[in-house]
């Protein structure tokens, strides 16, 4: 069963650091972009990070700067690394992968996470 697992997310001050997993099942990621997608309440979905297939990395302007995503095919697992966290990155965070072999990331991906919650807050 093909499966993506996001982990990580929870409760920070800001000018916190969380690091999100999303782990892959029942396929390998070593052909497939990756990307980080985000929902605040009340607000549509919008792309935060994408890696390609071949290491390219691409950031939403609004996080550029502050997050980090990165892969790890031995483990079948990408991350986002998130710094200086604001309230305004609050949001359900979901990973997603599309066999998209190339440079760039896809316009549309196939398979999706349940989604994190990150809460920045003090």
């Known amino acids: 069963q093909v499966q993506l697992v996001e982990s990580g997310g929870g409760l920070v001050q800001p000018g916190g650091s969380l690091r999100l997993s999303c782990a892959a099942s029942?396929?390998?990621?070593?052909?497939?972009?990756i990307g980080w997608f985000r929902r605040a309440p009340g607000k549509e979905r919008e792309g935060v990070s994408c890696?390609?297939?071949?290491?390219?990395?691409f950031y939403a302007d609004s996080v550029k700067g502050r997050f980090t995503i990165t892969r790890d095919n031995t483990k079948n697992t990408v991350y986002l690394q998130m710094n200086s966290l604001k309230p305004e990155d609050t949001a359900v965070y979901y990973c997603?992968?599309?066999?998209?072999?190339?440079?760039?990331?896809?316009?549309?991906?196939?398979?999706w996470g349940q989604g994190t919650q990150v809460t920045v807050s003090s």
């Open positions: 029942g396929f390998t990621l070593d052909s497939y972009a």
């Open positions: 890696i390609s297939s071949r290491q390219m990395t």
């Open positions: 997603a992968a599309d066999r998209y072999y190339g440079l760039e990331c896809p316009a549309d991906f196939g398979t």
